[in-house]
């Protein structure tokens, strides 16, 4: 593995997964828990996670592809343009929409696998789960876990 400049997660939360590289929202916080779990450095963070498989699935990409894209030492950037030239086509439009969606989508609260959970979650952190989306949780658990920026598994 190249050198790779990575996050410490067990003393920092990754990105924010609205963070977007290539257009995709949730690759920047995939590619920094990539990064800490090839160095050792994941703490409670799981690469190849569900969240990340939402991106996987979207795109029709396996993690563990992408994981060897990420441990060649790859920039951000260069991570981007591997992500938007496999797996699925799809348009520039296309991808902005997906991502976009994560600014409204609270369906984590009416899905039946993960209401509980996400109910329980919100509950901890006095949220409403119906006007909550999981990116907005996600930050809110990261900033309390690591009283700055956090320590949440997805």
């Not at 996987?56 to 981007?80: V, Y």
């Not at 699925?88 to 959970?117: G, L």
Request: hydrophobic share 30%; aromatic share 10%.
């Amino acid at each position: 593995m190249k050198n790779i400049n990575q996050t410490d997660l067990t003393k920092a939360a990754p990105r924010s997964p609205y963070v977007r590289i290539g257009g995709f929202a949730i690759l920047g916080r995939t590619i920094d828990k990539c990064r800490a779990e090839l160095a050792g450095l994941n703490g409670d963070y799981n690469f190849d996670c569900p969240l990340d498989n939402v991106l996987f699935n979207f795109k029709g990409i396996k993690g563990s592809d992408l994981k060897d894209c990420i441990a060649a030492g790859h920039t951000d950037e260069e991570i981007g343009t591997w992500v938007k030239s496999h797996g699925r086509p799809k348009t520039d439009e296309e991808i902005k929409a997906w991502s976009d969606a994560f600014k409204t989508d609270c369906a984590y609260a009416s899905n039946p696998e993960k209401k509980e959970w996400f109910n329980e979650k919100c509950a901890h952190y006095g949220l409403d789960p119906a006007k909550t989306t999981l990116f907005n949780y996600l930050e809110i658990d990261d900033k309390a876990s690591f009283k700055t920026t956090g320590s949440c598994p997805i």
